[in-house]
C-alpha cells in the first residue's frame, strides 16, 4: 500500500524548452488539456501548467500502470482533478493525487486511502509595500490564535515565513477535500509544536483523524500535505472516490503510512519512454 504514497517535484528553473520541445512534450497529453495550457501568455506559466499535467499522467502510469493515451482525468465542479477509473485497483482502494505549483517548483502527492492536499508557496517578498502591508489584507483568513502568531513571529521575514505556513496549511486542507475559493479559511485553525505534531480545528472542533507536514524545499519555498478521511470530502469529490467509509483499523493504516520524501523529477523523467504513450491527435 506505501505504493500509492507518491511524492514527486520538478525543478522548472532548469527546464529551457525549446518552442518545439515544448510542443512535443505538450503531444503526450490529451488535446483538451492543450488549451488550459496555452491560454497563458507568460513561458513560466505555460511551463507551470504543463509540467503539473505530465506530473499527474507520469505518476498514475507509474503506480496504476495504466498507459498514458487510456488515462482520462476530470475535474470536479470545485476544480478538483480526479481520475476517472472503471477499474479500482484493490490494492490502492482509493487512489487520489493533488498537485501544486509556485514559484520555480511543481509538485504532485498521491495516497491510496486518505484525502490527499498538497500547496507549495514561495516566500515572495512584496516589493511595493512592507510585509506588514501586504499581509494586513489577509488578516480576515487567519484565526485570532494564528493571526497573533504571525504578527508576533519577530522580523518582517520572520512575520513573512510565519504567514506563508499557516496560509499553506489551509490551502493543502481545503484542496485534500476539494473545496474551492470560497471556503471560509478563518474557521480552519491550525496548531504546532515548532511546525511539527500539527493538528487542526475546524470550528474549534479538533479533527484527529488528519495529518500533516509542512516541508522546507529549499530556495525560500515551502510545501505542506494534508492527509485525511474520505468522509470529509465534498459532496461532489465524493462521487469520484472508490470508498469513503472504512473500518477503524483499515483507516489508521492509511493515515498512519510514513510520508514519503519528495523526489526530484526532470520534464524528461515525465514523458512515455516510447512512442506508444502518445494521444492521438483526435482525442
Known amino acids: 500500500m506505501e505504493k500509492g504514497v507518491e511524492r514527486w517535484i520538478v525543478d522548472i528553473s532548469e527546464w529551457n524548452p525549446s518552442p518545439h520541445h515544448f ?6 497529453l490529451p488535446h ?8 497563458f501568455f507568460k513561458m513560466e506559466d505555460r511551463k507551470r501548467a504543463l ?11 507509474q503506480v496504476l500502470g495504466i498507459p498514458y493515451n487510456k488515462i482520462v482525468t476530470r475535474r470536479t465542479a470545485e476544480g478538483k482533478p480526479y481520475l476517472e477509473c472503471d477499474k479500482p485497483n484493490l490494492e ?15 509538485a ?22 512592507s510585509v506588514e502591508e501586504f499581509i494586513q489584507s489577509f488578516s480576515s483568513y487567519f484565526s485570532r490564535l494564528e493571526w497573533f502568531n504571525i504578527i508576533n513571529a519577530g522580523s518582517s521575514p520572520q512575520i513573512l515565513s510565519e504567514f506563508y505556513r499557516y496560509w499553506s496549511l489551509k490551502e493543502a486542507f481545503v484542496k485534500a477535500i476539494g473545496e474551492g ?21 475546524v470550528d474549534g472542533k479538533e479533527l484527529k483523524d488528519w495529518r500533516f507536514w509542512l516541508l522546507e524545499l529549499g530556495k525560500d519555498h515551502v510545501a505542506s500535505i ?12 465524493k462521487t469520484t472516490l472508490n470508498r469513503t467509509h472504512f473500518s477503524d483499523e483499515q483507516y489508521n493504516l492509511g493515515l498512519h503510512l510514513p510520508n514519503a520524501s519528495f523526489i526530484f523529477r526532470k520534464v524528461e523523467d515525465l514523458l512515455p519512454s516510447d512512442e506508444t504513450g502518445r494521444v492521438p491527435p483526435c482525442l
Not at 490502492?92 to 511543481?106: E, I, K, Q, R, T
Not at 478521511?229 to 461532489?236: E, G
Open 23 to 28: 510542443s512535443f512534450s505538450m503531444s503526450f
Open 32 to 39: 483538451h488539456e492543450h488549451t488550459s495550457i496555452t491560454r
Open 51 to 61: 509540467v503539473s499535467r505530465l506530473l499527474q499522467y507520469a505518476l498514475i502510469h
Open 92 to 106: 490502492l482502494p482509493n487512489f487520489n493525487f493533488n498537485a501544486s505549483h509556485h514559484g520555480d517548483f511543481v
Open 108 to 129: 504532485i502527492a498521491s495516497e491510496p486511502i486518505c484525502l490527499v492536499g498538497l500547496d507549495i508557496v514561495s516566500q515572495t517578498i512584496p516589493v511595493k509595500e
Open 181 to 201: 475559493v470560497g471556503y471560509k479559511l478563518d474557521t480552519v485553525e491550525f496548531h504546532h509544536q515548532n511546525w511539527e505534531n500539527i493538528v487542526v480545528k
Open 226 to 237: 494534508a492527509r485525511g478521511h474520505p468522509m470529509y470530502a465534498t459532496s461532489s469529490y
